[in-house]
């Protein structure tokens, strides 16, 4: 079980609320869906994914034409392209199937008409392959819709189509129903059912799993959380080895609920020669909040030579506001030659009262005269 590198992967998040079409009901939730499923997986105790690695679109022209399918296109090819651990693709809104037996996925201009849905819509075949010739390792694909039939013909139903289509080559697939029971999307809720409870596992955990939220275990935990509430019982395709991937911490696990604790139990292992375990519990207070835990992250990690992640957590706990780690990315950025960045990092440190910091901004303002 791990978490994927976040360096090396991308997330694309897609979803639509307001459709002009009368046949297909606005999802107000989707917004939120869409903006904080991307605040945990761009969290330090989630995918910690760079900002510029999660994508996001909630938003579409009223009437949809080439030029939006083509954005969107292009950030799912351009995605595809870049990952090389994981690929994640997320939609949310209403799938339809139709009447040549093929899916499609809303945009707010998608006409229910059955002539027009593929004119209006996104093939999910274009997904799909997208998906089936990435290169990343492991590809994830979630779905928070039904898919509801449109004059398809008797050869075949609903079902059973949707469920060939979610057989995606080397993909991990996860549907919130199955294609003849709608997703809920319950009035007034700040997210729709499927995910909400998403939502609630990632960011609280579970005392049923150890210590990583892996795919197989989100969606046992989704299948026996949403049918006790009354709503349709999710589905999982294509698990193989992906489904041991995880992503986030199980933030119930961890046995110390409070970041200060976290730290002291870190610096203990970190005394007694556990480098492992000390980077586990920095990491957890790093997930907290807790800008002196991702200090020691970088620092530990810079030391177990992964630089990469060193330089990610150190400029974190700079941003959120580590008066060491700003005076330390001052006085790297001044060695390099950057001196309008060390200017910059060493004026924050200095305004936090940090002598160091004050003395060095003053000689770097002796030398730029």
Partial sequence: MRLPDPLRSRVVLLGFDTFTDP????????????????????????????????????????????????????????AAEEAEDLLLVYYAGHGLVGPDGDLYLALPGTSSEPDLVAWTA??????????????????????????????????????????????????????????????????????????????????????????????????????????????PRPELR????????????????????????????ATRLERLGDSAGAVRWYREAAGAGRSDAMRELGRLLERNGNRVQAGMWRRRAAESGDPATMHELGVSSWHSGDLTQAESWLRRAAAVGLPEAVADLERLLRRRK
Wanted: overall charge neutral; proline content about 5%.
């Fill in 23 to 78: 046949g297909l009901s606005d999802l107000p939730a989707v917004t939120h869906n869409i903006d904080d499923l991307a605040e945990v997986l761009t969290s330090p105790w989630g995918t910690a994914l760079p900002d510029k690695h999660c994508t996001r679109q909630r938003e579409a022209a009223p009437t949809v034409g080439l030029a939006d399918l083509t954005s969107i296109g292009a950030r799912l090819v351009a």
């Fill in 238 to 265: 294509n698990t193989h080895t992906v489904g041991r991937l995880a992503l986030a911490r199980n933030r119930a696990h961890s046995g110390i609920s409070d970041p200060a604790a976290m730290v002291r139990e």
């Fill in 122 to 231: 996104i093939p999910f075949t274009l997904v799909r392959r997208t998906l089936a010739n990435a290169r990343a390792d492991s590809r994830v694909l979630i779905l928070d819709c039904c898919f509801s039939g449109l004059a398809i013909g008797a050869m075949a139903t609903a079902t059973s189509v949707v469920a060939g289509h979610l057989e995606v080559a080397g993909t991990c697939t996860l549907a919130s129903s199955p294609a003849n029971r709608p997703s809920s999307a319950p009035v007034g809720a700040r997210h729709t059912a499927y995910t909400g409870e998403l939502l609630d596992l990632l960011r609280h955990g579970t005392t049923d799993a150890t210590e990583f939220l892996t795919l197989q275990t989100i969606h046992e935990h989704l299948t026996r959380v949403l049918p006790s509430k009354g709503h």
